[in-house]
């Protein structure tokens, strides 16, 4: 079946249209490719250049093969007729459409947290990030680089709260991919990021991963028996007054018996992470915390030396418990197997 029409973009990202020319032919739902010559591009479309081309829907002797290729030729549409004379106008959109964001988690610990699926979405994008001010990572930019043959370019808190449209207008005619530590929707900003690249018709894609809220029930927890998460923040960003909405979160957990996860501030430009002593020391200055209360210590999730350590308070708050990152964890009623499971792991 010869094709007759070539939608796809020149090398300004401008819509060209050809008919005519030489003929393609597909054979058996596979297509092969013979030199090509578009007076309205600037190279002969070959075997070379569009090394891959697959058909993606065959409709009403219709056909749709895609190509992409970063430099010169972005996005290649063949439209199949055998008896085509009519130019059809196509929108635009259906060439963006191919072009995505993806957010991508890296996982817990390392590099080697990255999946299968998230490292061949790697390979194939056309420019990625990181993001890593959520919490202390472990891992090597330089491994990654390796692994997906990508450079990757670190992102700072600013440049996804405050600066998303230099990312967005990226992924209009690119495959941008965001990588984030742990899973990327357990922090709100990544959900702005994807109702703002839905406002403007971007493809989006998320691929899960490891987080501390799954991470969690290593501890024994059930992890159905968790209330509502808090965070413990440095006191000097709160005039050194405990947070009341904190509290009532925390009082609020107690009151139904329900966990409480507290996750530790950070200040990722200067590598400052919380520690469970100084964590612990804020607790107590809460009206619902005392020295009396069991609580749960969890490092290092996810990597091969994790953490878990339980006991009072005031039994743990003196105590080195090594590298960061930490949560803790606050004590609804234990049903019996948690006890059980937590009593292998008491520190005081």
Known sequence: MPINVIVGTNAE???????????????????SITKYHNPALPHNINANI?????????ANGISFAISRKSQTIDIIIFIAFPTLKTLFKFNIS?????????????????????????LETLKKSDKVYIELYTSKWFGSIENLEKMTGKKIMQLKRPDLEENLEKILKEAKNQTISILIFGDPLVATTHTALLIEA?????KTRVIHNASIYSAAGETGLHLYKFGA?????????????????????????????????????????KEKYMTPSEGMEVLLKSDDITQEDEIVIFGRAGSEEPLIAYGKIKNLIDKDFGNPPFVLIILGKLHFTEKEYLEYHRAD
Do not use: A, W
């Not at 988690?105 to 947290?113: A, I, R």
């Open 13 to 31: 990202r401008r819509p060209i249209t050809y008919i005519g020319g030489k003929k393609i032919p597909i054979k058996s739902g596979r297509s």
């Open 50 to 58: 569009l090394p891959k081309i697959s058909i993606i829907v065959p």
């Open 94 to 118: 259906l060439i963006n459409r191919f072009y995505m964001l993806n957010l991508m988690g890296l996982g817990l610990s390392d590099e080697k947290g990255l999946t299968l699926e998230g």
């Open 198 to 202: 839905k406002k403007l018709g971007i």
């Open 229 to 269: 998460t808090v965070t413990i923040p440095f006191l000097e960003k709160m005039n050194n007054q405990f947070p009341k909405s904190v509290s009532k979160i925390i009082r609020d957990n107690k009151g139904r018996d329900l966990h409480t996860l507290c996750l530790l501030d950070l200040i990722s430009e």
